[in-house]
């Protein structure tokens, strides 16, 4: 269903009882509400939760932002990287307000939040903007964006802003499925043929490649969050892979310690996705952060 949030129209999944405990999934750059597995979401709902599951602004099937250009990728790391202000067609805050307004248009008036990757910067904004509303969070491979902390090697930043060869729904599935072979989990390898099935279901649902990269450009515009983790009161759970290539588990590491009384679940062998495997063990991650709210 379509939902008006924060002015802007954005796409939404309800699932389960409504009398369950309200959990708002917030997914990662350039990732549609598919990105939460329709069986992750199950065992979710199976543990008492109402999910809500939604496509960001300018992703999926979520209200687009075109008229405010392509950003100059190259340019705008090249900005970052010196530690230049790097102007955003739309900022995480007001990512963070359309997570928000979510929650007005269902008539929630607050729910516990997990962000993976970039929607776990969009749920410290959220934390920071509107605490009073957010129950418990969970934070997946996620970070404060201290400058200090390390980055994923060149090759990755290459094949994250590269494009696919062939525009054909079949070229763009391949470039995807290089992609998460750089940065996936290495202990938890997918079975054959998961990848493509998932990614031509995404890629026929959608395909927002500037979308993506307005969103690249809004994280390098947030810059650092640190000095409003400290803040932070609910209950945080910090779940971070070690083998994590695109944001290095360091990142986990620097939350739990800018954040009071967060915990972390660092797992070895996950890297930059949400394998199967562990996603019994997320789920006991997020009931175990909103049981303690």
Same mark, same amino acid.
């Given at each position: 269903?379509?939902?008006?949030?924060?002015?802007? #129209?954005?796409?939404?999944?309800? @699932?389960?009882?409504? &009398?369950?405990?309200?959990? =708002?999934?917030?997914?990662?750059?350039?990732?549609?509400?598919?990105?939460?597995?329709?069986?992750?979401?199950?065992?979710?709902?199976?543990?008492?939760?109402? !999910?809500?599951?939604?496509?960001?602004?300018?992703?999926?099937?979520? &209200?687009?932002?075109?008229? /405010?250009?392509?950003?100059?990728?190259?340019?705008?790391?090249?900005? @970052?990287?010196?530690?230049?202000?790097?102007?955003?067609? %739309?900022?995480?805050?007001?990512?963070?307000?359309?997570?928000?307004?979510?929650?007005?248009?269902?008539?929630?008036?607050?729910? @516990?939040?997990?962000?993976?990757?970039?929607?776990?910067?969009?749920?410290?904004?959220?934390?920071?903007?509107?605490?009073?509303?957010?129950?418990?969070?969970?934070?997946?491979?996620?970070?404060?964006?201290?400058?200090?902390?390390?980055?994923?090697?060149?090759?990755?930043?290459?094949?994250?802003?590269?494009?696919?060869?062939?525009?054909?729904?079949?070229?763009?599935?391949?470039? +995807? !499925?290089?992609? %998460?072979?750089?940065?996936?989990?290495?202990? %938890?390898?997918?079975?054959?043929? %998961?990848?493509?099935?998932?990614?031509?279901?995404?890629?026929?649902?959608? +395909?927002?490649?500037?979308?993506?990269?307005?969103?690249?450009?809004?994280?390098?515009?947030?810059?650092?969050?640190? #000095?409003?983790?400290?803040?932070?009161?609910?209950?945080?759970?910090?779940?971070?892979? !070690?083998?994590?290539?695109?944001?290095?588990?360091?990142?986990? @590491?620097?939350?739990?310690?800018?954040?009071?009384?967060?915990?972390?679940?660092?797992?070895?062998?996950?890297?930059?996705? =949400?394998?199967?495997?562990?996603?019994?063990?997320?789920?006991?991650?997020? /009931?175990?952060?909103?049981?303690?709210?």
């Amino acid at each position: 269903m379509q939902v008006s949030a924060n002015g802007v #129209r954005l796409e939404v999944e309800d @699932h389960g009882s409504p &009398q369950g405990e309200p959990l =708002l999934l917030v997914m990662g750059l350039g990732m549609q509400l598919l990105g939460w597995h329709e069986d992750f979401v199950a065992l979710l709902v199976a543990r008492g939760f109402r !999910v809500i599951r939604f496509d960001n602004r300018d992703i999926g099937l979520s &209200q687009g932002f075109d008229a /405010a250009g392509v950003p100059n990728l190259a340019l705008d790391s090249l900005r @970052h990287a010196l530690g230049f202000r790097v102007g955003a067609p %739309y900022t995480l805050a007001d990512m963070a307000a359309d997570a928000l307004g979510v929650l007005d248009a269902l008539g929630i008036e607050s729910a @516990h939040v997990c962000g993976a990757s970039m929607g776990g910067m969009i749920a410290q904004r959220m934390a920071a903007i509107a605490p009073q509303r957010i129950k418990s969070q969970t934070l997946m491979m996620t970070s404060s964006g201290a400058r200090k902390l390390p980055g994923p090697s060149l090759k990755v930043r290459s094949a994250l802003i590269s494009r696919p060869s062939s525009q054909t729904v079949e070229g763009i599935v391949e470039h +995807y !499925v290089r992609l %998460y072979a750089l940065i996936g989990s290495p202990a %938890y390898p997918p079975p054959p043929g %998961y990848l493509r099935e998932r990614f031509t279901t995404s890629v026929k649902r959608s +395909y927002r490649p500037a979308g993506t990269s307005r969103q690249m450009v809004a994280i390098a515009a947030d810059g650092d969050r640190s #000095r409003v983790l400290g803040s932070i009161s609910m209950p945080t759970r910090i779940i971070h892979g !070690v083998a994590d290539a695109l944001v290095p588990v360091a990142a986990g @590491h620097d939350l739990k310690a800018k954040i009071p009384g967060a915990e972390i679940d660092v797992i070895e062998g996950m890297g930059h996705d =949400l394998p199967a495997p562990l996603w019994p063990r997320f789920v006991a991650g997020i /009931a175990a952060a909103a049981g303690r709210a």
